[in-house]
């Protein structure tokens, strides 16, 4: 039994292998957040290394950055869950050198998440993973299987990618991101912060990368919150040279949660941005 | 040391190596001892020092008990249990009893500090059952070879049982009496391959493919988010959860069994297909048998078990199930669900004994349908230990019917990843009548779990059991 249950794995390895290389598998394959973080960063460090590219750092707010409107090598390290200090140390381990980072300032209170990065630079399989495609999230056959009875779904409907959220506001989350932005963080905790920051800026700089914050719009009134006014208060004390992106609080920007921007607002704003950048 | 890491390959596999080098048998208790210890020791060192001291305390009082002056066997093993029960109740249960009668002294910070070590739960149980097992040796003939006279042989001996890290850290709760006399020199040529081979493959997919893949679904029943979705993704998800702690659990105890006979031990099976049953005492003698069967012999019958008939049958079984749901953890929602197990025991006992059995009066999938989705519902005080989001969850299962989230790929995912526990369950069901064409078949379902534990294996995450 157990030469022969080998056997059928070889085969299927194999077939799957196949499949992967000459399938043209170009569909979204995400099947929850934390697989689509995964999926992002090992397409960031699995990927070429271009000197002309732009890479987004921030937490669940970049994370509906669209990336239509930037040019072509342009990444998104905006994790749905995670911080910017994930998306910084990513660029640091993986020796990717891009032109400019764009880092996200409204969550710099959070902590990197350890798991995260080390099972993505997990030793021995990161190494197979980079030599093996089959083995990366994104061709999870779970995945492959969803993304391919998407876009049939998809092809047969004739709608477009992304054809929106619901613009019903969760009052659920809004009342706990209301919460969460009231308070600020004790003096030391905001210290040990920025002196992160400080030195991941500092690393990026010293290997010739420009470095660019960016404020992404939230709600109006949870643009007024403390944490929210804290937060830009501390980027423009601390890094009075850099550009600070940041848009005027309107009403327009609409959110899901109060947090983060629904569909059609985020391409509004990915295209707003790319434009800023240009 | 999780079993589906780098670290624990690397550390099982030299183990392995050495522990079947022909000149170095005599020295297969050693190793294993070792390579424990290391397993124990290799996320918090400090831990080591609570395992040694238990070991001490069970290798001594057992010892005594058997050799000891005979006027105290029955002093020493009391001592012995208390010893076994003050060690789980310190670090287990200190942080409840900090939190619900010392809420705001010094005395309750100090209890809530106290960390709980992982495991404890198992081998201060297999302490108690190698003391209890030692003291009935007197009277019951097979557990006289439990323990012998040889001091250090004890040691050892003890030392393995206790901390063999295949069930060291979440069972199965292995009894004395049943692991004890395997203790022998092991050959490589022993080993029974396809076993092994079985119980590792099925107990990986489960736990790497089902239980992991599950786990970033069902993550959203968790307060707030819940409270947006659909009822009929609410009930979903819950049936996802169901899936996955059976998968999880089910998939440790298979890769502990798989271990085990790698070294030359057979452990004994934890769950055998528990979703079939179709009453609630069924259930337990499908579900962490290891455990009920622990709680059956060492306190359930102590108490009396059903000889007093009536009243006492029913007191005893919700006293056992509210402590068997303590001993899970300590949150007062473990000991609700303990309780409520005991009262449909009880219940069930009850219609029994009145003669109000529906046995024959509905079609056996009615039963197993019922059963399935009582401890399902139970669950819930799993996975939301705050008892009012239980009651928030189950209001929105039947007030979200008209809300619009739906969640499409939460329900593809739950619904996917949930096929093979739903088919490892028929698959029991079908075979009760021998199927020769399963020959064929096993080797095609093995190659494909191992294909997808490669290729489809979910975020690694803790085994469930773990925290308990």
Redesign the interface.
Known sequence: ??R??????T???AG?MAFIKWGDVDWDTT?????GN?IKAEEFVFGKDRPDATVIVGSSLSFRIELDSFPNGTSNLGFGGLSIYDGLEMIERSGKRPARVLIETNLLFKEPDR?FLD?VF????YELRRATP??REE????GV??GW?KEGAKNAAGTMKGSGD?L?V?T??L??NRAIFSAVPSDSAQQHFLGRLKEGVKTLEARGIEVVFVEVPISDELMQSNLATRSREVVAERFPKHRFLRVAPASHWLTTDGLHLEWNTAQRYSGWLAGTLR | MLFNSVPFLLLVLPTFLLYYVPFLQRFQLHTLVVASFIFYAYNMPWLLTLLVVSLAINIATSHAVVFGDERHRRTYATLGVAANLGVLIFFKYSPLIGRSFFPTSGVGEFLTSIPLPVGISFFTFQGISLVVDAYRGKEVKEYNSIVVKGVWEHTLRISTFIAFFAQLVAGPVVKAHEFLPQVRTKYFKGIDWNSTFACLVVGYFLKMVVADNLKDQTFWITFPYFRDMHSITLITLLFGYSMQIFADFAGYSLIALGLAHAFGYVLMDNFNFPYISTTFSEFWRRWHISLSSFLREYLYIPLGGNRKGGFHTYKNLMLTMVLGGLWHGAAWSYAIWGLFHGLVLAMERLAKDLGWSMKDKLPRAVHMLFVFCMVTLAWLLFKLPDFSHVIAYIRAIFSNTGVENLQPLILFFVLLFSIPVVAYHLIYLWTRTPRPVMATIKPIIYGIMLFLILVNSGGGASFIYFQF
Do not use: C, D, K, T
């Open positions: 039994m157990i022969r249950s080998l056997l059928i794995f085969l299927l390895v799957y099947q929850h957040q934390s697989n995964r798991a099972a997990a030793p021995g399989l089959i083995l061709n999870q056959p779970s299987l969803f009875l619901s019903a969760s659920v989350l009342e706990s």
